[in-house]
């Protein structure tokens, strides 16, 4: 039974009069629909460390285990769906005169769910490049030969997807950090704000005025620093606020 998700009136107040509207989502946003998180546990770093996996020197040293850990991964996010969460902020996005979905998720759900106004700061599961030559590549057949697959180049295709030690898209993150200095509402949403610069983004808004509500199941890194914690599920949660949202008008 969900527990009773209750807004301040402040939020409230906020919800019924912001203009700009910024969400940063994380592996929490996804964890209802069967996507197991990075550091919860049994989280997908769980069982291996960051470094052995998602770095260019993990790859380097062995490009095969780390290929076959995002087919895993890759085929898992074949199976599963968006869940009320995903849903709820593809709807907010239609609410909000400027908005912008931040996401740390690679998993391609959000977009699933029909959102359009995102960044995705850590690149996408289901798209590859050349390790060598950059190329992005999508057009590599599963069966090939070899595991992971060559780009023309001769060099090992990889998922593009942002490993520890990488600059994020130049772009994605200038626009992520520009829509957090201009938000009046920011959320952070699933996500334990621990790895940079993404868990600098509520740090921005805030400094910048911008009122922060952190969704999580447990307290993080930024719980101190927000204007308001709501404790629970993310699916369970926006659902609430777009509830509020409709019953006073805001379509
Ligand atoms: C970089 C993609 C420049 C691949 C990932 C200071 C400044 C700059 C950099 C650093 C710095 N300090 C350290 C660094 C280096 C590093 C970093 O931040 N390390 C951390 C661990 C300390 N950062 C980088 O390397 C970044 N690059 O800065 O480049 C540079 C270059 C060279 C040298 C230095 C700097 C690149 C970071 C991107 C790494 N790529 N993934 C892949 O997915 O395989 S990170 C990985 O973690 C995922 O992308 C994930 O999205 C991200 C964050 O994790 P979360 O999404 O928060 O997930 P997590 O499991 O941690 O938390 C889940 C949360 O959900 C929990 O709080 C839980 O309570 C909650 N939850 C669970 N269920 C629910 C829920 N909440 C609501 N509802 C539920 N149902
Ligand atoms: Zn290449």
Not at 170 to 199: C, D, K, M
Request: with cysteine; net charge positive; charged share 25%.
């Amino acid at each position: 039974m969900p527990n009773r998700i209750s807004l301040s009136p402040t939020l409230e107040e906020k919800l019924l009069s912001a203009k700009k509207v910024v969400i940063l989502s994380g592996a929490g946003v996804s964890a209802e629909s069967g996507i197991s998180t990075f550091r919860d546990k049994g989280g997908l770093w769980e069982k291996f460390k960051p470094e052995d996996l998602a770095t260019p020197a993990a790859f380097q040293r062995n490009p095969k285990l780390v290929w076959e850990w995002y087919a895993y991964r890759r085929k898992k996010i074949q199976s599963v769906k968006p869940n009320p969460a995903h849903v709820a902020i593809a709807r907010m996005e239609k609410i909000f005169p400027e908005f912008l979905l931040v996401t740390q998720n690679v998993d391609n759900l959000h977009q699933k769910a029909g959102s359009k106004k995102l960044v995705e700061l850590h690149g996408n599961i289901n798209r590859n490049k050349c390790f060598s030559c950059e190329k992005i590549s999508s057009n590599f057949k599963p069966d090939s030969k070899t595991v992971p697959p060559l780009c023309p180049c001769g060099g090992y295709l990889r998922p593009d997807v942002v490993w520890f030690g990488e600059l994020l898209p130049e772009n994605a993150l200038e626009l992520a950090q520009r829509a957090s200095l201009e938000a009046e509402l920011f959320f952070s949403v699933g996500t334990s704000a621990l790895v940079y610069p993404a868990a600098s983004l509520p740090f921005l808004a805030k400094e910048a005025g911008a009122f922060v509500v952190e969704i999580n199941t447990g307290e993080t890194e930024i719980s101190p620093a927000v204007d308001e914690l709501l404790l629970g599920k993310a699916g369970e949660t926006l659902p609430v606020i777009v509830e509020f949202l409709k019953r006073n008008g805001k379509k």
